[in-house]
C-alpha cells in the first residue's frame, strides 16, 4: 500500500471523509484505492467488541469475552511484566476478532478518590501509570494491534466531563497530568492518543493546538493520529489545524462538508488536511500489514491468566498476628453476596461481557465453606434476617471472611461519587461479624478507597480490587496461602475524604474545575503535611518478610547529563515464597523551588525463595531529579543535597544515601531594580557583580566607620536582609546613582 500514491489520488471529498469514522466504531474505506475499514474497540481490561447495536456507554451487549483485573489492580501489581501479560492477551484477543484498534489504556490521574472512573485508571502517581502504561501499550502493539491512550489531558473526573474547563498550571500540568502519556508516547511508542472532551485553560483540547501539536508532537515526538473522544469534537477544521486527525463515532455527513467547504473557501489550507490523511492511511496500513488472521484464542487459559494476573495484583493491607492465611482444616464462612457473585469490573464504556465469572464461593469447591449472604449488594438497608443468619454461620465457623465492596451504582463511567463510603448495611454488618468472630477477615471489592469505621475491630484485609472474571480462583489462593499477596496501593487511602488535596475543589463549580492544589495530589500532599492516612501509597503486606541492605551508587554526584546506578539487596527472611515491590524514591532538598518531600522515580517487583536474597538495580538521570520549569518550558534539576530512598511504602524508607546535584541549567531571569539581591546568585553575570560590590563594601567598611540604619541585629538578620533587599537599595545605601544600577541592570540582562 503506497499511501502517498493513495493520498495524491484522492478526491477532496474522500480526504475529508477519511478524517471521520464511517460509523461507531469503523473508519472510512476508500475502495476505489483499495482502503479498507479497521475496526477499534473499547478496552482496556478486555476487548468490548459490538457486533450489533453500538453504544458507547456499555449498554449493547458486546462479544463474550474475559475480563482481567482493572486498571488500580495493575497499578498494584506495580509490575511492568503484568502489563505485558495482559497486552499480549487483549493483543492477540483482538488479532482474532479483526480488531485493529484497543481504546485504551486510560492514564489520567487519581485527583481525588471521588472520581467515579477512577476503577478504570492507574495510580496517582505520574511515574508508575506512565511505566505501567508504557508497558502495556509496547506490548499491545507488539501483537500488531494499536493502542490509543486516552483521555488527553486534564480529565479527572466525570461530572461535567464533556464540557468542563480544567484550570491547571503548567508545571501541575506537566509533572502530575501530561508524564503518563508522555511515557506512553516516548516509550510505548502510543499509535494513538484520545483527546478528552474538556478544555484546558479555556481551550477544548480537541481544537487546542499547543496540546495537540506542539506538546504531542514536537515535545514527545508523536507520530500516530489523535482521535477525538466519542463525540468529543468541538470546530472541526480548528481541530484539524490544532492536530486532531480523526472525529468519531462516525456517520455525521457534515463533518466532511465542513472540511470541504473550509479548504475550497481558502480557511484551510490543503495540505493541513493531507496531513491528517496520511495519518490515518499510515494507521490502516500498519494495521493491515500486521492483520494476523489466524490467531486462535483459548478462552479458558485466558480466564486463568486472569486469575494468575490478579494473584499478583490484589494488597494485603493488614493481618494481625498472622490471621491469614487460613488453615485448610479450619471452619470456615464466606459471608457477603460478593463471595458467589464477586464484583469484578466497573459500568460503562469498559464494561466486558463476561459469560464465565468465578466467585471464591463456587470456586472454593474442594474446601468446606458455609456460605451466608449477609447483605443485598444493590441495597444499603440492613436485612434484619440475612444479618442474623450471618452472625449465626460466623459464630459457628473459626474464621469468617466478609466479602464486601462497592456496588456498581456507586462507581462508574459519567457519575461521580459523593462519598467514600461503603454502603452503610455492609458496615453494618463488619461492625456485628466482629463482634462476635475474633478471626474476620474482610475481603474488598472495591475501585477505588472506601472509608473503614471498622478497621481495627478486624483481623485482615485483603483488597482484591475490581480483579477481572476469575477473581474468586485468586481470592482463594490468596487467602489459603496458595498464593502470597505482592501488590502495594497505588493510591494513598485518607482516613476520610475531608483529608483529600483536591477535597475543596472537586468537581469545581459551573463546569470550572480548578486544580489548586498543585503538584500537591495523593502522596505529595499527605507527606508535606505530614498527615497520617489509612494506608500509604506503596503499601502491602507479605505472608514473608523481607529486609533491605547494602545501598549504593554509583556516584555520589550527579550533574545534568549523567546517569548512575543505584544498587541495594533485598532478601527474603520468611518461611514462604513471595514478592516484593522495591521502590525507589528521591527525596527533594525543602529550601529552593516548591518541591514535595519525595517522589517515586522507580521500582522493581523481585521474586524470593525462603532466604534467597537478590540485588535490585536502578538507573537515574536527570528527570529523576527534576521539576518541570515553565521558564525554559522543560524539566529542571535544582542543584542541592537529594535523597534516594529505597522503601517497602512510601511511609517505610529501608535504606537511603545522600547524593549531590549539580545542574549546570542556568534558568533566565529578568533583573529590575526590584530583583532582590540574593538573585544575583542565579547567573554568572549577577555572580560576578555581586562580588564586586561585596568587595567595594567591604572597603567601604575598613575606611570609615560604617553607619546603618538596622540597629542592633543578629548575624541572620543582618544577611537575610540584605539578601531580600531590592536591587534599587543599593542607590540608598549603597553609594550607586540610578543611572549606574540602570547600566548594571542592562548588563545583567544583555
Ligand atoms: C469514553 C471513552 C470510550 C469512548 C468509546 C467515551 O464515552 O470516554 O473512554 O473509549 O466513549 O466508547
Redesign the pocket.
Known amino acids: 500500500m503506497d499511501i502517498n500514491k493513495i493520498l495524491s489520488e484522492m478526491t477532496l471529498e474522500e480526504k475529508a471523509e477519511m478524517c471521520s469514522g464511517s460509523s461507531f466504531w469503523y473508519t472510512q474505506s476508500v475502495e476505489r484505492l483499495g482502503v479498507p475499514a479497521v475496526m477499534m474497540c473499547?478496552g482496556p481490561h478486555g476487548l468490548r467488541k459490538q457486533k450489533g447495536a453500538a453504544d458507547?456507554l456499555g449498554i449493547n451487549e458486546s462479544i463474550e469475552t474475559v475480563s482481567y483485573p482493572t486498571g488500580p489492580a495493575l497499578a498494584a501489581s506495580f509490575d511492568r511484566d503484568v502489563l505485558r501479560k495482559l497486552g499480549e492477551a487483549i493483543g492477540e484477543e483482538c488479532q482474532a476478532e479483526n480488531v485493529a484498534m484497543l481504546?485504551g489504556p486510560?492514564v489520567n490521574i487519581k485527583r481525588s478518590p471521588l472520581c467515579g472512573r477512577n476503577f478504570e485508571y492507574f495510580s496517582e502517581d505520574p511515574y508508575l501509570t506512565g511505566e505501567l502504561a508504557a508497558s502495556f501499550v509496547e506490548s499491545l502493539q507488539e501483537k500488531g494491534v494499536a493502542a490509543c491512550v486516552?483521555?488527553y489531558a486534564g480529565n479527572e473526573q466525570e461530572t461535567l466531563r464533556m464540557s468542563s474547563d480544567t484550570i491547571v498550571d503548567e508545571r501541575t500540568l506537566h509533572e502530575i497530568y501530561l508524564s503518563p502519556f508522555e511515557a506512553t508516547v516516548k516509550k510505548g511508542k502510543a499509535r494513538s492518543i484520545?483527546s478528552s472532551y474538556n478544555a484546558i485553560n479555556g481551550s477544548f483540547v480537541a481544537e487546542c493546538k499547543k496540546m495537540l501539536t506542539d506538546v504531542l508532537r514536537e515535545k514527545w515526538g508523536f507520530d500516530g493520529f489523535v482521535v477525538t473522544?466519542?463525540g468529543g469534537v468541538q470546530d472541526r477544521v480548528k481541530g484539524l489545524r490544532a492536530g486532531l486527525d480523526l472525529e468519531m463515532p462516525g456517520g455525521n455527513p457534515d463533518a466532511a462538508v465542513r472540511i470541504v467547504k473550509a479548504v475550497q473557501d481558502g480557511t484551510l489550507e490543503e495540505s493541513v488536511l493531507d496531513k491528517a490523511v496520511l495519518n490515518m492511511l499510515t494507521f490502516v496500513k500498519r494495521s493491515i500489514t500486521k492483520r494476523q488472521p489466524d490467531t486462535n484464542i483459548d478462552r479458558d487459559a485466558n480466564l486463568k491468566l486472569a486469575a494468575e494476573l490478579e494473584k499478583e495484583c490484589a494488597v494485603l493491607l493488614k493481618n494481625d498476628n498472622a490471621m491469614l492465611p487460613i488453615k485448610k482444616s479450619s471452619k470456615v464462612a464466606y459471608i457477603g453476596e460478593f463471595a458467589k457473585k464477586p464484583r469484578y469490573q466497573g459500568s460503562g464504556?469498559s464494561y466486558i461481557n463476561v459469560p464465565n465469572l468465578v466467585g471464591a464461593y463456587d470456586a472454593a469447591n474442594n474446601l468446606s465453606i458455609t456460605y451466608a449472604q449477609g447483605f443485598r449488594a444493590n441495597d444499603s438497608e440492613t436485612d434484619a434476617t440475612l444479618l442474623d443468619e450471618a452472625i449465626k454461620v460466623a459464630k459457628e465457623s473459626d474464621v469468617a471472611v466478609l466479602f464486601v465492596g462497592l456496588p456498581n451504582s456507586y462507581e462508574s463511567?459519567g457519575l461521580d461519587r459523593s462519598h467514600i463510603d461503603m454502603p452503610a448495611n455492609q458496615n453494618i454488618l463488619i461492625n456485628a461479624i466482629a463482634t462476635v468472630q475474633p478471626n474476620t477477615i474482610v475481603v474488598m471489592h472495591t475501585g477505588s478507597p472506601v472509608t473503614m469505621p471498622w478497621i481495627d475491630k478486624v483481623s485482615a484485609v485483603l483488597c482484591v480490587y475490581l480483579g477481572g472474571a476469575n477473581v474468586g480462583t485468586a481470592t482463594n489462593a490468596l487467602l489459603f496461602g496458595d498464593a502470597n499477596p505482592s501488590g502495594k496501593v497505588a493510591e494513598s487511602w485518607p482516613i476520610r475524604l475531608e483529608d483529600t488535596s483536591a477535597y475543596l475543589n472537586f468537581p469545581g463549580h459551573e463546569g470550572v474545575v480548578e486544580y489548586r492544589e498543585g503538584i500537591y495530589v495523593g502522596y505529595r500532599y499527605y507527606d508535606k503535611k505530614r498527615m497520617d492516612m489509612l494506608f500509604p501509597f506503596g503499601h502491602g503486606l507479605s505472608y514473608t518478610k523481607f529486609s533491605y541492605s547494602d545501598l549504593k551508587v554509583s556516584n555520589s554526584k550527579i550533574s545534568d547529563e549523567d546517569e548512575i546506578t543505584v544498587t541495594c539487596k533485598v532478601k527474603n527472611v520468611g518461611d514462604v515464597p513471595g514478592k516484593e515491590a522495591v521502590q525507589l524514591y528521591i527525596g527533594n532538598p525543602q529550601d529552593g523551588v516548591q518541591r514535595p518531600v519525595r517522589e517515586l522515580r522507580d521500582f522493581a517487583k523481585v521474586s524470593l525463595k525462603p532466604g534467597e536474597e537478590k540485588q535490585v538495580s536502578f538507573t537515574l538521570g536527570k528527570r529523576a531529579f527534576a521539576y518541570y520549569e515553565p521558564k525554559i518550558n522543560d524539566w529542571n534539576m535544582e542543584t542541592g543535597t537529594y535523597t534516594i530512598d529505597i522503601g517497602a511504602s512510601s511511609r517505610d524508607i529501608r535504606l537511603s544515601v545522600a547524593i549531590e546535584v549539580e545542574s549546570t541549567t542556568e534558568l533566565p531571569i529578568v533583573f529590575t531594580r526590584n530583583t532582590p539581591m540574593a538573585y544575583l546568585q542565579k547567573t554568572a553575570k549577577g555572580r560576578a557583580l555581586a562580588e564586586q560590590m561585596t568587595a567595594k563594601r567591604q572597603q567601604a567598611q575598613s575606611d570609615s566607620s560604617a553607619s546603618d540604619h538596622l540597629g542592633e541585629g543578629s548575624k541572620e538578620m543582618v544577611e537575610a536582609m540584605v539578601r531580600e533587599a531590592p536591587l534599587k537599595f543599593m542607590c540608598s545605601f549603597g553609594g550607586v546613582s540610578i543611572e549606574q544600577l540602570d547600566a548594571m541592570i542592562e548588563m545583567l540582562n544583555s
Open positions: 473499547d458507547h481504546l486510560g486516552k483521555h484520545m473522544d466519542w464504556s463511567e
